[in-house]
């Protein structure tokens, strides 16, 4: 039991679970499989008594010959055709349900491992890797069904036709296979090398156009021809290399063939002149022989395909074995008191970059962070959606920490927007209701347009609403996307409203305006707003001045103005910069 257990958490055991549920498709494959390689030593077969019986026409053993010849093949094609389409049927529905649950598992990771791992490794774990699993187990299940199978039957078929020759083959056979894996093996960390030596080429090339400006200003064109020159070079030197061993390999591995049909020639003559064979058994044998060396050369190529398959099911397995956000069953239920930060800390590895933060935000208050870039701000509205969870202390919600709720129900409670805002490659209107459980109607759409300032814009537009707005908003300047993604939060209609620099890429009119609506959207919600510009903030309940991830002034506009400190000079400085 615990044997099996182990087995399916090998890489190769990972895959079989996959596979498991398409198990009688797979079965199938594996019969038409066997049938095929069964019937592989028919071929010569037929041949032998085509030269060893006379031609007459009356003997019917070789006017069946061509007729047999047909349905042999029919057979063949028929078994090849279904084994092939089954094992790939079975393969891509492995692949499917592979990429399906990799994905699912994308969505529901913990933010940290987007933190740490590249968005490009990322994908191709999802293009490239599950591919090379797919046909890599492909390749390695047909080899080891079919081809030994294959080599299994023409090895008996041989010592039946004749074992003194087939003990020969044997003997030579090996060391042959061997020399010519050894032989492919090299070319192919040639070839390697020389896909390589091209990347440097792509580089110096990308590169210099890229830099094309800085090259005429710094005049470097002799620079950047040596460095071009010497991955020319490289490439010319590696290609020349796989172009000798390509030409040299052929003609060796002939030499090597035609030396062991050269001995079995000897030998089948020696036997003939005692009358020991005939010319059909020769034929039949070479034939078989023949048929023999491309299975026997796939099986000693295929632990490439096995190896290649584990590297890219291990790198699949990373993903679907990684842990998901935890998250508890109880629901939260509407906020309707309110929120506090009891002595939170929180740090990014060994950096702490919030300590011991404590505030409370009853509903209906709109709360402000000011302070320099790189303070925690960002980090502080993180930890509400609970994107990351505090180091210690506590995040309260009408009583309870944060953390006893189940992630959905806290999400659901809550608008953010972000300090980017991330647009989806559709209309203005799918954009706007992405994340409505249920399709708004269209007055509170039109009323969330307005109060993000949005409406002359969509107004303006010829197909209004349903207007695309191209991969990631492209086709949107940098305020409207900022003031779609605002009218976004503000259609959610969510108890707790957060705001992350939301006015940062707009002009000063927009700016008022979304003031306005933030200050008559805080009405039985509870509002957090980072602010850029100062002016946005007058109005606020209460300011926090956070440096260094501390809160280190809070209180009112008047307040704090009054206190002459940090946030009055910020404040000055700001309003000088504004007028
Ligand atoms: N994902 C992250 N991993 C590690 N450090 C981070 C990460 N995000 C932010 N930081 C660091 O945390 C600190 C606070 O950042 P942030 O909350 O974005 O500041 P603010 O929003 O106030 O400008 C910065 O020093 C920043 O370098
Ligand atoms: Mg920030």
Request: glycine share 6%; with cysteine; hydrophobic share 45%.
């Amino acid at each position: 039991m615990t044997k099996i257990k182990k087995l399916f958490e090998t890489p190769y055991g990972r895959l079989l679970l996959f596979v498991l549920p398409h198990w009688q498709i797979f079965f199938i494959s594996i019969v038409a499989m066997c049938m095929l390689a069964s019937t592989e030593w028919m071929l010569p077969a037929l041949l032998k008594p085509l030269i060893d019986e006379s031609l007459d026409s009356d003997n019917y053993n070789i006017r069946a010959i061509p007729l047999l010849l047909i349905v042999l093949f029919l057979f063949r094609g028929l078994f090849s055709y279904i084994s092939t389409v089954s094992l790939h049927l079975v393969a891509q529905k492995a692949i499917e349900d592979m990429r399906n649950a990799m994905f699912s598992k994308l969505l529901r990771l913990d933010i940290g491992f987007f933190d740490s791992n590249s968005l490009g490794a990322m994908v191709s774990k999802f293009t490239f890797d599950v591919n090379q699993v797919a046909e890599a187990s492909t390749k390695v299940i047909t080899v080891f069904v079919k081809d030994s199978l294959v080599v299994l039957v023409l090895l008996i078929y041989l010592i039946y036709l004749n074992w003194q020759l087939a003990l020969l083959l044997v003997l030579i056979g090996p060391p042959i296979s061997f020399f010519i894996v050894r032989l492919s093996k090299k070319m192919r960390v040639m070839s390697r090398n020389l896909q390589s030596s091209m990347g440097d080429i792509n580089e110096v090339t990308e590169e210099s156009i890229r830099a094309n400006k800085e090259i005429k200003v710094f005049n470097t064109y002799t620079k950047e021809e040596l460095r071009f020159g010497i991955a020319t070079n490289k490439v010319r030197k590696f290609h020349i290399k796989v172009v000798r061993a390509s030409a040299a390999l052929v003609p060796a591995i002939q030499i090597f063939v035609a030396i062991s049909i050269a001995a079995l020639i000897y030998i089948a003559l020696d036997q003939a002149s005692k009358g020991l064979t005939t010319k059909g058994e020769f034929i039949a044998f070479i034939t078989a022989t023949a048929l023999l060396l491309p299975p026997i050369k796939r099986l000693a190529g295929a632990n490439e395909f096995l190896q290649r398959g584990i590297a890219a099911s291990q790198s699949v397995c990373e993903l679907i074995d990684a842990s998901p956000e935890l998250t508890s069953t109880v629901e939260c239920p509407k906020i309707s008191k309110s929120l506090i930060f009891h002595n939170v800390s929180f740090s990014f590895g060994k950096k702490m970059v919030l300590s011991n933060l404590s505030f409370q935000i009853k509903i209906g208050e709109l709360f402000a962070l000011v302070g320099p870039s790189g303070g925690g701000k960002s980090t502080l509205l993180n930890l509400l959606p609970i994107f990351y969870r505090p180091s210690s202390g506590r995040i309260i919600l009408d009583g309870l920490s944060i953390d006893s709720y189940s992630l959905d129900s806290v999400r659901e409670q809550i608008a953010y927007v972000g300090q980017e805002t991330v647009l989806f490659n559709t209309s203005i209107l799918g954009n706007l209701v992405y994340g409505c459980k249920e399709h708004p109607d269209s007055q509170m759409i039109e009323r969330a347009i307005q109060l993000a300032n949005l409406d002359k814009y969509v107004n303006g537009l010829p197909n209004r609403l349903e207007t695309r707005v191209g991969h990631n908003g492209v086709k949107l300047s940098g305020g409207q996307r900022q003031r779609l993604g605002i009218a976004r939060a503000f259609l959610r209609d969510a108890s707790l409203l957060i705001l992350d620099e939301p006015t940062a890429s707009l002009d000063a009119d927009s700016e008022r305006e979304i003031k306005k609506s933030i200050s008559e959207l805080k009405v039985g919600r509870i509002s957090i707003v980072v602010a850029h510009r100062l002016s946005t903030i007058k109005e606020a309940d209460k300011i926090l001045f956070i440096n260094n991830g501390t809160i280190i002034e809070s209180g009112s506009h008047q307040d704090l103005l009054s206190k002459k400190g940090h946030y009055y000079n910020m404040y000055k400085e700001s309003s000088q910069r504004e007028t």
